[in-house]
């Protein structure tokens, strides 16, 4: 009697399917990046923290506020959020550089392969990041799919989330099963305030591991580092040349 051959499994997800959740979850990703960066409230970097508001200020020096708040339905992890007075950086310029593979780049050096799978609309797009041996841990040999939806307010507020999609709808993507990608790694993004003067204030939150798959000591120390990559984000905006029309180059 001859064993069954094993079952391989393998679908796909319909461009439709897709694009209905993305629209639903950035939605929700956009309107809490706005919350978070609200500058009618006195959480402006120097001007101290709304009591109200629950965030809790970890570090405020020299233009930087770093914060986090509790959140998920048990309330056991922590969001954070850094704000960035960027003198001489103009929100083009930051935007330019604040996408989804540049920022990548940021959390760990030995990406190995960052790509665009396809675009959705003008606006948002589905994106697959791999990292190979040498990656940190948390990242070493896994491949995640991330959307990136952009938006501008009415105001010129420049608004980009990010979150990395469920494992079951990014294996949707791939062509053959792929046990190496890890679903909702994180959820983030920038939201750009132009100032005067060619500057801008940038509000950056980041929620690591909503789905709660890893250690929690381990997550909020991670989060701590994540929100410093405005840093070299801003390294890498300040490089940007400006065209005489002030639009990037």
Known sequence: ?????????????????????????????????????????????????????????????NGVEISKR???????????????????????QFITVANAIDAAKQWDPDLVE?????????????IRLKFGDNAK????????IVYERRETMEDGTLVVAVASLPKEIAAGLQPKQNNAIRGLL??????????????????YVVQLDPAGWMPRCFVNRLNNRLVMIIENLKKLAQACP????????
């Open 137 to 144: 841990p948390l990242f070493r040999n896994r491949e995640f």
């Open 242 to 249: 400006i065209d005489g029309d002030g639009g990037v180059t």
């Open 114 to 126: 960052a790509r665009y799978i396809k675009d959705l609309e003008d606006n948002l797009s589905i």
């Open 70 to 92: 509790r959140s998920g339905k048990t309330a056991s992890f922590h969001t954070f959020r850094s704000r960035w007075l960027l003198t001489s950086v103009s929100p083009q």
């Open 186 to 203: 994180l959820q983030s993004g920038w939201v750009v305030e132009k100032l005067e003067g060619d500057s801008c204030m940038v509000t």
């Open 1 to 61: 009697m001859t064993s069954p051959a094993p079952c391989s499994r393998s679908w796909s997800i319909s461009d439709d399917s897709l694009k209905r959740y993305v629209q639903f979850a950035s939605e929700s990703c956009i309107q809490e990046l706005l919350s978070a960066s609200d500058s009618n409230s006195d959480t402006r970097v120097g001007t101290g923290n709304n009591a109200n508001d629950g965030w809790k200020v970890l570090t405020l020096d």
